[in-house]
C-alpha cells in the first residue's frame, strides 16, 4: 500500500519569497507521484507529475517539484510566490498495475498556502 | 473535451433521505474513482472502477453507500438512507488506461444532510 505524508497543514510566505511545500512518500513499488491544487469551491487542478522520466518535473504556474528516492520525497517550490497562489496544495501517490489498470491516488493530508502582502 | 461531468452540483437533502450523486468520464478513461472530502478526514478513496467492474470498495464507509458503473460513460454513488455525517463535497475522477495515472477530477457535489 502507499501513502504520503505532507510536513505543516498551514504554510505561509510573503508575496515573492520561495514556496516550498514538502511531501515524503511511501511505496513498495517504483510509483507516480503528482501534486494538485484547490482553489475554494473548486475541483482538484493537477499541477505537475512525475512519471520517472525525469526527477525535476515542472507545472503549470512556476511550480516544479524534484523526486529523490533516497529521501522519498517529492517536495514542490515556486521561486516566488505570487497572490493568487494562495490555494489548498495535495500531494498524491499512485502505482500502475503490469496489466494496465492502476490504483486509485492516495492523497496526502493537504497544505494550506497563505500569501501575505 | 468537457471534463468530468458531476451533478448535482449541490444537494440539501434530509437525513434518512435516498441520495443519487452522478457521473460522466472522460471519454476514453477507463478508470474512474468516487471520492469524499471533508475538514476532518481530508479526501478519502471511497471506490474505484476499472474497466466498468468495481476493483475497491474498502473505502466505502457503511452498507448505506453503494456505487454502479453501468457503462463506460455514466456512474452513480448512491446514499440510502442518508445521515447527516455524510454531509461532504463528493468528487468524481476518471484516468486514462495509458501513462501516467493521474486523475482529472469533477467540480464535485456538495451534499448536506440536514
Known amino acids: 500500500a502507499q501513502s504520503v505524508t505532507q510536513l505543516g497543514s498551514h504554510v505561509s510566505v510573503s508575496e515573492g519569497a520561495l514556496v516550498l511545500l514538502r511531501c515524503n512518500y511511501s511505496?513498495?513499488?517504483?510509483?507516480?507521484l503528482f501534486w494538485y491544487v484547490q482553489y475554494p469551491n473548486q475541483g482538484l487542478q493537477l499541477l505537475l507529475k512525475y512519471t520517472s522520466a525525469a526527477t525535476l518535473v515542472k507545472g503549470i504556474n512556476g511550480f516544479e517539484a524534484e523526486f529523490k528516492k533516497s529521501e522519498t520525497s517529492f517536495h514542490l517550490t515556486k521561486p516566488s510566490a505570487h497572490m493568487s497562489d494562495a490555494a489548498e496544495y495535495f500531494c498524491a501517490v499512485s502505482v500502475r498495475w503490469s496489466g494496465g489498470g492502476a490504483d486509485g491516488l492516495t492523497f496526502g493530508k493537504g497544505t494550506h498556502l497563505i500569501i501575505q502582502p | 473535451d468537457a471534463g468530468v461531468i458531476q451533478s448535482p452540483r449541490h444537494e440539501v437533502t434530509e437525513m434518512g433521505q435516498e441520495v443519487t450523486l452522478r457521473c460522466k468520464p472522460i471519454?476514453?478513461?477507463?478508470?474512474l474513482f468516487w471520492y469524499r472530502q471533508t475538514m476532518m478526514r481530508g479526501l478519502e478513496l471511497l471506490i474505484y472502477?476499472?474497466?466498468?467492474?468495481?476493483?475497491?470498495d474498502s473505502g466505502m464507509p457503511e452498507d448505506r453507500f453503494s456505487a454502479k458503473m453501468p457503462n463506460a460513460s455514466f456512474s452513480t454513488l448512491k446514499i440510502q438512507p442518508s445521515e447527516p455525517r455524510d454531509s461532504a463535497v463528493y468528487f468524481c475522477?476518471?484516468?486514462?488506461?495509458?501513462?501516467?495515472?493521474?486523475?482529472?477530477f469533477g467540480q464535485g457535489t456538495r451534499l448536506t444532510v440536514v
Open positions: 472502477f476499472n474497466n466498468n467492474v468495481p476493483i475497491d
Open positions: 475522477a476518471s484516468s486514462s488506461p495509458t501513462g501516467a495515472t493521474e486523475a482529472f
Open positions: 511505496s513498495s513499488v517504483p510509483p507516480y
Open positions: 471519454s476514453g478513461h477507463n478508470s
